[in-house]
């Protein structure tokens, strides 16, 4: 089977927090290839195993990231999906690090693996930096009752302590209302109507439109919205868009996005990370579609409770 595949990639069955996967070693060294994601209840996730992919609940015209072809999706990996950007401090040298990112390929010396569960209703990615003692993997699954989740693990896993400033989460967020022929035909348009906001006591992300785009001169308000929310990280700085990531690329400051319009939607969190020899930090980020007022109402009300929030996931 390593013959077949690539030289340097090979497959087994693996234990992963207690689960039983499918691990591909070395994934980055096949050519990218497609994958379903299925579910129990009505999500749908199709995604590249460079991390590029489209989402969404029922079908293509309630989505969470933009439906496009599978080349486009593929293409699209930096821009869409997944995103984060590690700054690690140890031994008196700070390093940026981008995991799974095109733009540091042969920086580091880094593994690149891929899990995907039994059943095929989770999928791992991970990246193993040797150089810098780091390996950060996430994990997408699905929830009826939350939407998406995606889980991040962050694990030192040198002999000294290292502080991390971390730049985690998803972009190119759809807002509701908007239809697959809508996004492939003017999605230019759709960007100028897109407005995402952060309701700052609960770190909840709102994603929606400034009206309906509808062809009549007549008013239409958008009376949904798709939403993102967060636990495990205690202060985090929260942003609503991608337009911060070249600053902080430049160790510059970041500060707090409440309400960003005519922009891409995205929902990150920034927190500064102290991760003692061998510990691991983990934290999830959970997104859904076509939520009305009371739903919102409802998210908010249960982020009161984090633990039990957490228990319920």
């Known amino acids: 089977m390593k013959d077949i595949i690539n030289p340097s990639s090979s497959i087994e069955c693996v234990q992963l927090d207690n689960e039983r996967y499918y691990k591909i070693a070395n994934s980055d060294e096949m050519r990218p290839f497609f994958m379903s994601i299925v579910s129990d209840s009505n999500h749908w996730m199709f995604i590249s195993s460079n991390g590029g992919l489209t989402a969404g609940r029922k079908d293509s015209e309630s989505a969470l990231f933009p439906y496009y072809t599978d080349d486009t999706i593929t293409e699209s990996s930096e821009i869409t999906g997944s995103k984060t950007l590690l700054r690690i401090q140890s031994n008196n ?181 102290s991760l003692s020899a061998k510990e691991e930090k983990h934290w999830l980020i959970a997104a859904d579609v076509n939520q009305s007022i009371s739903d919102i109402i409802d998210i908010k009300q249960k982020l009161t409770t984090k633990d039990s929030l957490i228990e319920e996931i």
């Open 93 to 273: 040298s700070s390093n940026l690090w981008e995991p799974f990112s095109e733009r540091f390929n042969g920086v580091y010396k880094t593994t690149r693996n891929l899990y995907k569960n039994i059943y095929g209703n989770k999928i791992v990615f991970e990246e193993v930096n040797h150089d810098l003692e780091i390996t950060f993997r996430y994990q997408w699954n699905s929830s009826d009752a939350f939407g998406f989740v995606k889980k991040s693990w962050l694990l030192n896993e040198s002999n000294a302590a290292v502080e991390v400033s971390v730049i985690d989460g998803i972009q190119n967020i759809m807002p509701y209302g908007v239809s697959s022929d809508l996004q492939n035909n003017a999605s230019n348009l759709v960007d100028a109507y897109k407005r995402s906001e952060l309701e700052e006591t609960t770190g909840l992300g709102i994603f929606a439109l400034s009206a309906i785009i509808v062809d009549k001169a007549e008013p239409s308000e958008a009376l949904k919205a798709n939403v993102v929310w967060s636990l495990g990280l205690e202060n985090p700085i929260y942003l609503l868009s991608s337009l911060q990531l070249k600053k902080f690329r430049k160790g510059l400051t970041v500060t707090q996005e409440v309400d960003v319009k005519a922009e891409k939607g995205a929902y990150f969190l920034h927190e500064e990370i």
